[in-house]
Each structure stands twice: as C-alpha cells, then as structure tokens.
C-alpha cells in the first residue's frame, strides 16, 4: 500500500511559466513533509519542507501548499526555468519516525 | 565540508553472491539511512542508523543487513543477490537526531546483479 503517491509520472511546462507537482498522503500519522530534485547519476538533493502546523512555505521560486484535511501537497515553481529539469520527489514522514516515506516521483521537463 | 561518500559507485554480481556498500556521512552526522532506488518502486527505505544503533528498519528480507562504526561510516550488506536486487542504493545522513531534519544523500552504488 503506498502512503505517498505523486500520481503523474511526468510534467512538461514551458520555460517561464508555473510548474505545479502534486502528491497526496494517506497515513494521517505523517506531520512533515519534504521534497527532494533530483538529476541523473546525483543522489537526490533536499528543496524545501513544511510542517503540518503550517499551510503554505516558500523559498524563492519554490512554494509549498499543504491542505490537510485532503491529505495533499504541491510544490510551485515559479517562474520555472531549464535547469528545473529533475525528477522531484514528495516525501513525508511523522513523529518519533526515523525514516522518510517517498512518492515514486514526478519527472519535470521545463522547455526553453 | 565533504558531501556524503559512497563506494562503489557501480559494480556488478551474479545471483547467489553477496554485496557490501560502504557509505561516509557528512562530518559530525551521526544518522545515516539507507534507501532503495528501483524504476517501478521509487526509493524504499532500508534501515537508519544512529551512534551505531539501528533505530529503525524498513520492509526489506534479511538478507539485508547494515551496521554503523563508531566513526558513523555505515556498511550494508545483501546476501544472496537476486535478480529483483538489481537497484541504485543510496546512503543518506543527517545532522539531527530526528528525521525533522533534511538528508544528504550520496550520488549511490548502482547494483547490477545478473
């Protein structure tokens, strides 16, 4: 049973306009949530994160929204630019947990 | 400061033979965890390891099996390879006690078992 699910295996966006990935959550145990790029032969490099007692995080170009009561989150990047290009992950995990639970990831394609 | 070192970056085993991949966390973190990366499963998590006591572990056959030295660099080791263990293995630390923290991953040992 996955309890993170990124449901589009892949997004193409053109260069200068929002990318938005989703992912939703089952496990109502999971109060932290994370989301992790990465590119080809790299292992996956952290974004940005938010907690459960929060709604929305930004980071520059990087926003993410958390609805909980739908169990679900999204990144927004905006403006979305080429190097964006990467496979993002959504991963949660919840208290006393020492380990991340991932989505399978969303493979981003901005086009220049 | 060094990121997180993993060796071998590649290699290549048949079915029956075993596996050890070494992972070198960050400087001064003392949680390593390790993930599974396959095409159809995305990354699975393996084990996590702290000041060389295993704190937790992942749906994984014991043939899977780790351990951290007290300099916090972390081995695990796969027995008995089997085709399905084919997969990038990717050794991630932390510099917190608790998984509220961001990981840094290494860049992963992609296992070929044939």
């Known amino acids: 049973d996955q309890q993170v699910k990124q449901n589009s295996p892949s997004l193409s966006v053109q260069e200068g306009r929002i990318s938005i990935l989703n992912c939703d959550y089952t496990n109502s145990m999971f109060d932290y949530f994370l989301w992790y790029k990465k590119y080809p032969a790299e292992g996956p490099t952290f974004l940005i994160s938010i907690s459960s007692i929060k709604d929305k995080n930004e980071d520059g170009r990087f926003t993410v929204f958390l609805n909980k009561s739908a169990k679900h989150l999204s990144l927004h990047i905006v403006p979305s630019q080429p190097g964006d290009s990467a496979v993002y992950f959504c991963?949660?995990?919840?208290?006393?947990?020492?380990?991340?639970?991932f989505g399978k990831g969303t493979k981003l394609s901005v086009i220049p | 400061k060094a990121g997180v070192t993993q060796t071998p970056r590649y290699l290549i085993k048949t079915r029956g033979q075993q596996v050890t991949l070494s992972c070198s966390p960050i400087s001064g973190h003392r949680s390593v965890s390790w993930y599974q990366q396959t095409p159809g499963q995305g990354l699975q998590f393996l084990f996590e390891y702290f000041s060389e006591t295993q704190r937790n572990k992942g749906n994984f056959p014991g043939r899977f099996s780790g351990r951290q030295f007290s300099n916090s660099r972390s081995e695990m080791n796969v027995s008995t390879l089997e085709l399905g263990d084919s997969a990038l293995y990717l050794c991630?630390?932390?510099?917190?006690?608790?998984?509220?923290?961001?990981?840094?991953f290494g860049e992963g040992s992609r296992l070929t078992v044939l």
């Open positions: 991963a949660a995990t919840g208290a006393g947990s020492y380990q991340l639970t």
């Open positions: 991630a630390s932390s510099g917190t006690g608790n998984i509220g923290g961001e990981l840094f």
